[in-house]
């Protein structure tokens, strides 16, 4: 399999997913401005929506959207416990969370990254994350993971998304339980490693 992604866009997470689950894959960068992959290939051709991550499978198929794409790689290896088993409530609940955090929280925050987008905008946008982000904070006061004591690729999503809060100044110091969950997952050593790999931690020579 190969991976579509660009460093610290959301294909984090299935990137996260792939090294929890212990998968053979390659992974190719995509510049996301010139839609060119890092093998000089037009990525349109690949995933006409243009925008990461992607997933080639073996036979050719390609698969996009986050939320799909680490359910399918945690049934590839279902001893891994990434997901809860096909048709059990367990699994619908881990749905109800991958949707809440690619509708509320992943698009709350693209406003932030944009240039073009007014100063009030903004202001208006951390509101109204801050309020789905409070949503997530009461659900970590009662687990240590966001569908309970495992973690699953829900966490791996919501790690990723939660991690740009640095970047376009979200405080999250209002959510102490949010801070814990970041530090207690950025642990993992699959999650380390995919950190590395993407150049968004460095290690001492």
């Not at 994350?129 to 495992?150: D, N």
Request: overall charge negative; charged content about 20%.
């Amino acid at each position: 399999m190969k991976l579509y992604i660009s460093p610290g866009a959301c294909s984090l997470s299935p990137h996260i997913v792939l090294r929890e689950a212990g998968l053979d894959f390659e992974l190719e960068k995509v510049d996301l401005v010139s839609k060119l992959t890092a093998g000089g290939v037009d990525f349109k051709t690949i995933n006409p929506k243009g925008y990461v991550p992607t997933l080639m499978l073996d036979d050719g198929q390609i698969l996009t959207e986050g939320p799909a794409i680490v359910q399918y790689l945690a049934d590839l290896v279902p001893a891994t416990h990434l997901a809860p088993v096909l048709g059990s409530m367990e699994r619908y609940r881990l749905m109800e969370w991958l949707n809440f955090i690619t509708a509320e929280l992943h698009k709350g925050y693209s406003p932030l990254f944009n240039p073009k987008m007014p100063a009030e905008a903004k202001t208006i946008a951390r509101e109204t994350l801050a309020a789905k982000i409070a949503i997530v904070a009461a659900q970590l006061r009662t687990t240590s993971y966001i569908t309970g004591e495992t973690f699953s690729v829900a966490d791996a999503y919501l790690f990723t998304v939660l991690r740009w809060s640095a970047h376009v100044d979200v405080d999250l110091s209002h959510w102490p339980e949010v801070q814990a969950f970041l530090k207690h997952v950025a642990a993992r050593p699959a999650v380390h490693a995919a950190l590395v790999a993407e150049g968004l931690i460095k290690i001492a020579a």
